[in-house]
């Protein structure tokens, strides 16, 4: 079990009452998204600023302090646009909110300060060291080669991430924490309460809800809530053929297919209350 | 809920049973996450708690008696996104701020000695080095110092333009933007020197050899004018805090190289994101430092021209950030323990 969900992005992440949440790693996809709409936000912020020193009809007397302003200005957007954000309580900057990712210590519940600094000082190295080597690639002779050198040696950092099982950026590594998904949670419909017309039509017998385990159970369940008709009928017509089920005249496919997952999830957690977790059709306990 | 569906699962009657406090708690995480918890009331804090471990348990019987995929994969999501609202929680920003000053900096501080020891030992070789080759042949200034920061400072320079430099009033009108270009400046280098230490250390140790190598050159440079106590004088106002903050950059940076080359006994990622917390603390308090330092240098260098008062200003500085930081207090007094804080655990 453990494997399997460590394969697909899951981490463990026992609570103080001992319930495992098994976290969902942020995608690499996210990430890069996130970080380009930041950037967007920190360009535009920028420039928005720029106007506003422009038109709010600044007196040549006083250039100067808009001027220090700008620089300011400029230097704390740059280095802590992130950390700021990454302080609130969301732990997230406007484009990880976006990406519905936030960033959460390793290990831990709470995200300090520090490592939220940390992280993101090494955001430097990370990012804007190899946009400064790139800057000047232009370059011949040996100061092209030097910032060529440069620019392969601080892709190492920029790739980090791609190179280790938590995705984890070297200031990530460095502070502690990783970045996990936060999902708004959606109750979808409880299936085995869908509407099915006339019910007490569909009596199945124990062998015929004994024939699937709990793995076939999750795939007809995501095939009705995908209700795509095609494929609706092409496991209706699989499921009768393999349970023996012959269908009366105007027996619809999403009926009959909500009653036997009905009849099905229900045969399942009896057996589960029993102990017994029969993990699919070939699984004959 | 329709009244004529039959519930015939017990995991559907589970699900009926619970709603309600589900909802209600992702409708109290609405309001903590976007900030509001101000404005949840007395009951609704005590309800938080009470729903999340709920919520919690629920999540335990579900994963083990249900088979609907959706309540697992939503209470999964409902109970990470409560307990990182319940057990994340900051403490207020003033009192993190409190707690900065006066004990989390200094104790940062106390921690990184050894380090420190080391990255000024480097600095003052690096500075040593400059200044005797510089004074053996005035060449070397141009190995040392990019043309770009040295302007029209430069062997070739006279003695008296040289003089003008350390007095000047030039540009007495852009103090404001001298200083905030200054400080902008100093702390994008010090960031990568304490960054650069996660590659082992290696390049802030260069980055600190070569600060002082420039910082020499300009020291041997003016020396060889017999302009020694003059520069003293303008290097020291702004530079005890200035180069004491570089140091103390590099110092974080070697901190956290260390602990990546040699965890010792822990593993060597925990190691790294100990050393981590430790050093990114310390960069909070020199991105302060340097402001400081930008100040003295932007505004205090230009408009006091007395070397005496130079080296006065530059000496209280040193003595104020030393004391600040290495007079022995005990920290378990004044220790705010999150864990204990009432904010923390809401």
Known sequence: MSTTYQESGRRTLITPEGVDLRVTLADIGARIGAMTLDLIFIILMFIAALFILIYSGVKTEQWETSLSLLILFAFFLRSFYFTAFEMSRRAATPGKRIMKIRVAARGKPRLSANSVFARNALREIEFFLPLSFLAGS???????????????????????????????????????????????????????????????????????????????????????????????????????????????????????????????????????????????????? | MPSNLQLTLKSQRFREERKEDWRALEALLGKVEAGRVRQLSNEDMLRLPRLYRATLSALSVARATSLDQSVITYLESLTTRAYYAIYGSQIGLGRRIVSFFRHDWPRAMQLLWKDTAVSTAILVLGTLLGYFLEISNPDWFYAFVPSGLAGERSPAASTESLRAVLYDKQGQGGLGVFAAFLFSHNSRVAILCFALGFAFCIPTVILLLMTGLMLGGFIGLYASRDLGLEIGGWLSIHGTTEIFAIILAGAAGLYIGRAIAFPGERLRINAASHAGQTGGLAMAGVIIMLLFAGLLEGYGRQLINADWLRYVIGLIMLTIWLSYFYIPRDFSKLDINPQKNKAGSI
């Not at chain 1, 100061?143 to 984890?168: H, P, T, V």
């Not at chain 1, 019910?199 to 159970?217: D, I, M, N, S, W």
């Not at chain 1, 007809?220 to 393999?242: C, F, G, S, Y």
Request: aromatic residues 10%; positive net charge.
């Open chain 1, 138 to 285: 232009g370059a011949t002779g040996v100061d092209g080669w030097m910032s060529g050198l440069g620019l392969i040696w601080s892709c190492i950092f920029l790739f980090f991430l791609l190179f280790n099982k938590d995705r984890l950026r070297a200031g990530d590594l460095i502070a502690g924490t990783w970045v996990v998904k936060t999902p708004r949670p959606i109750l979808a419909k409880d299936l085995a309460s869908a509407d099915v017309i006339g019910r007490e039509r569909f009596a199945f017998t124990p062998a015929q809800v004994g024939a699937y385990g709990v793995k076939e159970l999750h795939v007809l369940e995501d095939v009705l809530r995908m209700r795509d008709p095609e494929t609706l009928q092409d496991v209706a017509t699989r499921i009768r053929n393999k349970i023996g089920w012959k269908a009366s005249g105007n027996e619809e496919n999403i009926d009959f297919l909500n009653a036997y997952y009905g009849a099905l999830r229900g045969r399942l957690e009896t057996k589960l209350l029993m102990g017994v977790r029969r993990k699919d059709k070939f699984d004959t306990r």
